[in-house]
């Protein structure tokens, strides 16, 4: 029996170094180049919880979050815009009311001497909600977690975008 688990893990050991040996990440594990180690988040249009899971969402791909421009830090400007909600369908047959709730982020990236490293960009994203007129708290709860959604979304797209850079 010892022999079995011994082979066992030696099979898992050996898996394991080939698999990081040849490159393998898994999704969502790689980091911003090194150039953006320390970013001065500048936000406008922004609660201090938004502020918070950016902060989180930047400091989780590696970067650390200056609270000062310093003399290495690039300036990430970041605003967020709330789009008007839509209605798109109302049935007066069962009270259910189809919204598109959606979300814009402007961002522009400069260096620590001004220089421009990403001009301005707009990251936008939108969803449908089908929200209950008989069930308005269950609707209010729906609403915020899907603006949560839409938020922590842009957040990733953002990580994404300087990630290419």
């Given amino acids: 029996m010892p022999e079995y688990l011994t082979t066992r893990l030696l099979i898992v050991l050996l898996v394991g170094l080939a698999i990081s040996g040849c490159g393998f990440r898994l999704a969502g594990t790689t980091s911003l180049p090194p150039e953006l180690k320390q970013i001065y988040l500048m936000t406008s249009d922004f609660s201090s919880a938004q502020q918070n899971a950016l902060r989180q969402q930047l400091e989780r791909a590696g970067a650390e979050v200056a609270s000062q421009p310093g003399s290495q830090a690039v300036r990430l400007s970041v ?87």
């Avoid at 620590?112 to 707009?122: R, S």
């Avoid at 929200?131 to 603006?147: F, G, Q, W």
């Fill in 79 to 165: 605003s967020l815009k709330i789009v008007p909600d839509r209605r798109l369908v109302t049935s007066a047959s069962n009270g259910r009311i189809v919204e598109r709730l959606a979300r814009s982020l402007n961002y522009s990236l400069k260096d620590a001497d001004g220089k421009l490293l990403a001009p301005a960009t707009t990251l936008t994203q939108q969803r449908d909600i089908v929200l209950d007129d008989n069930n308005l708290l269950s609707s209010a709860v729906e609403r915020r977690n899907v603006i949560e959604n839409l938020e922590q979304s842009l957040y990733n797209q953002l990580i994404h975008q300087l990630k290419r850079i």
